[in-house]
T-cell receptor
Framework: QKEVEQNSGPLSVPEGAIASLNCTYS??????FFWYRQYSGKSPELIMS????GDKEDGRFTAQLNKASQYVSLLIRDSQPSDSATYLC???????????FGKGTHLIIQP | GAVVSQHPSWVICKSGTSVKIECRSL??????MFWYRQFPKQSLMLMAT?????????EQGVEKDKFLINHASLTLSTLTVTSAHPEDSSFYIC???????????FGPGTRLTVT
């Protein structure tokens, strides 16, 4: 059974600091990895996608993937109060497959 | 670009009735659409995958006769919850993909409450 594990939090980070979110997955056949942000009562919004080992940077966000360790992480630099949300890690086995989501990490940025 | 809409955004229905939810890709053609369900304090769970012009593929444990999915065109998929019961109350979210290997874009979701 495919599983995606995340620490549910809440993770509290001071404004301006780096927030570090982690995720592990069980399906070694997973090929695509995503981070979504979800505000309460809203649908997920794509933050980052990563497909190969290493780091991928986009503005204040950096995604890191280590397929050998089955580990994905998201770093948010210069955290802002508006970054406060639940961050969902999702994995995909094949390009035509649906996503398997973790339960999400509730991030709180303290002003 | 890559906008997905859902209608209605929320619906309340009585137990035993059926409810139809529409998912539309507004600015791209979606060869594949996905339906997810999210219960309070839980994550999104994939219910089914629908491909235009073919039968949907349902995840294990999802009743295909209860959750009817139709993907009649490249921009529209519908989910009908038949004979709804209170335990079907949930947040239903669709996503659409322009093609294999492309990212999925999520609709705003439909909150269903069955009384």
């Amino acid at each position: 059974q495919k599983e995606v594990e995340q620490n549910s939090g809440p993770l509290s980070v001071p404004e301006g600091a780096i927030a570090s979110l982690n995720c592990t997955y069980s399906d070694r056949g997973s090929q695509s990895f995503f981070w979504y942000r979800q505000y309460s009562g809203k649908s997920p919004e794509l933050i980052m996608s990563i497909y190969s080992n290493g780091d991928k940077e986009d503005g204040r966000f950096t995604a890191q993937l280590n397929k050998a360790s089955q580990y994905v992480s998201l770093l948010i630099r210069d955290s802002q109060p508006s970054d406060s949300a639940t961050y969902l890690c999702a994995v995909q086995r094949g390009g035509a497959d649906g996503l398997t989501f973790g339960k999400g990490t509730h991030l709180i940025i303290q002003p | 670009g890559a906008v997905v809409s859902q209608h209605p955004s929320w619906v309340i229905c009585k137990s035993g009735t059926s409810v139809k939810i529409e998912c539309r890709s507004l600015d791209f053609q979606a060869t594949t659409m996905f339906w997810y369900r999210q219960f309070p304090k839980q994550s999104l769970m994939l219910m089914a995958t629908s491909n235009e012009g073919s039968k949907a593929t349902y995840e294990q444990g999802v009743e295909k006769d209860k959750f009817l999915i139709n993907h009649a065109s490249l921009t529209l998929s519908t989910l009908t919850v038949t004979s709804a019961h209170p335990e079907d109350s949930s947040f239903y979210i669709c996503s659409a993909s322009p093609g294999t290997g492309s990212e999925q874009y999520f609709g705003p979701g439909t909150r269903l409450t069955v009384t």
